[in-house]
């Protein structure tokens, strides 16, 4: 399937056309329907939201909220209130790692996470202010999660399942119902981390049920500065606010205060107004083009690539899991990706090298670092071209 002059509607091609881009996992260029409502916001509907007893911001609130709507939509999620505006995918999962640490981690619990964490799943977890074990699952020779390591792990101390939807380095996607098997009628939450998932297949939080699922904003072709977590009610209900400030309270004296209900207990200060508006536009430009036919798309250049790649000598690809996304990560024998990544930037072809903030699972695989191409919906085979043959052109000079 094509998307014919989809890169008309990303104004980065018009200044330079010829830019193989081929680094959407890290961030998505931007749509123009998110840049001019953006601009718009800012230029004529701007003012303070939930505050303002005067027309414009009654008017950007009404926009604001309608977001937390379409949000809940996107993801079929069971309503809006269970939606909480964070500056990015990071921050959501930092936001659960201290509210449990207050209100429900003891010292000496467990949770469970796998090598595939991307460091924004594993750092939070040990900034704890409560001493938590973190109970790691090993991958299989796919580089998969192992679900039987996973069965082995929960024990009475696991207090949390914390897992990647699909890996940011080898692209494999977690089948989250054997997770939700394993864990059923045992009391322990689920975490998900969506990033890589939610900007190139459908969500659907009913039937996937976590506890919290988030996704930033600046990898769904939208603004950076923005991610959404999804909470479920009891959690909500039951955590301490994670920071304090503007509009999260019902009543404050000079020594003691009182918070308002519901996620705005989350949303603390003046929030990310326009990044909200602007990812309305990116989600309705990822509704109009489906989700799942641009998984489609991508996972067709996918495939061509990994067969042209797969015909290198000495290529070492990480990951081969049948159940993926979009994302290949390699070796070359004695070439170091940095080198790679640098070189194929002269031929204006951008890829990711380094560790992807996976240090784990570089030393799982022991390795320093790939070599990394994701895939987004500008893409094409003539970028996959370019690409390998530019490859066989550098791997001549470097060898
Ligand atoms: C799997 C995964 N989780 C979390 C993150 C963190 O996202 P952000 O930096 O937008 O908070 C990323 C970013 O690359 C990611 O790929």
Request: proline fraction near 4%; include cysteine.
């Amino acid at each position: 399937m094509t998307f014919n002059n989809i890169k008309s509607k990303f104004p980065v091609f018009k200044k330079n056309p010829s830019l193989v881009f081929l680094d959407t996992a890290a961030s998505a260029l931007k749509v123009d329907s998110m840049i001019n409502a953006t601009n718009n916001c800012y230029s004529n509907e701007y003012a303070n939201i939930h505050r303002g007893a005067y027309e414009l911001s009654a008017k950007l609130t009404k926009k604001y909220e309608n977001t937390r709507e379409k949000v809940a939509k996107y993801l079929n999620a069971p309503s809006y209130k269970n939606i909480i505006f964070t500056k990015s995918a990071t921050e959501g999962i930092n936001l659960i790692s201290s509210c449990m640490s207050e209100d429900y981690f003891n010292d000496g619990d467990e949770i469970i996470i796998s090598y595939l964490e991307h460091h924004a799943n594993i750092i939070p977890w040990h900034i704890s202010n409560k001493k938590i074990k973190i109970n790691p699952i090993s991958l299989n020779e796919k580089g998969e999660i192992n679900y039987d390591d996973l069965k082995q792990k929960i024990n009475s101390r696991t207090k949390l399942v914390s897992l990647t939807h699909m890996s940011n380095v080898t692209g494999s996607i977690t089948d989250f119902d054997i997770i939700k098997d394993l864990i059923k009628n045992k009391n322990i939450p689920l975490l998900v981390d969506g990033c890589q998932f939610a900007p190139h297949k459908k969500v659907d939080i009913k039937s996937l049920d976590p506890d919290f699922y988030v996704f930033s904003a600046h990898k769904i072709y939208g603004p950076s500065g923005l991610g959404v977590l999804y909470m479920k009610d009891k959690w909500i209900d039951s955590f301490s606010p994670y920071q304090g400030g503007g509009q999260m309270i019902s009543n404050v004296d000079i020594d003691k205060s009182t918070y308002a209900d519901g996620y705005e207990k989350f949303e603390a200060g003046t929030p990310p107004i326009a990044p909200v508006i602007g990812l309305s536009a990116s989600l309705d430009f990822m509704s109009e083009t489906n989700p799942n036919k641009i998984y489609e798309h991508e996972m067709e250049l996918h495939d061509y690539a990994f067969d042209k790649l797969n015909k290198f000598n000495n290529i070492n690809i990480y990951g081969k899991s049948k159940n993926k996304g979009a994302i290949i990560s390699f070796n070359f024998t004695n070439l170091h990706n940095s080198d790679i990544g640098s070189m194929l930037d002269k031929k204006n072809i951008a890829i990711r090298s380094g560790h992807h903030c996976c240090q784990p699972l570089m030393k799982y695989f022991n390795i320093k670092g790939t070599s990394r191409v994701s895939f987004g919906i500008y893409n094409t085979k003539d970028d996959v071209d370019h690409l390998t043959d530019s490859l066989d052109e550098i791997i001549k000079i470097l060898t």
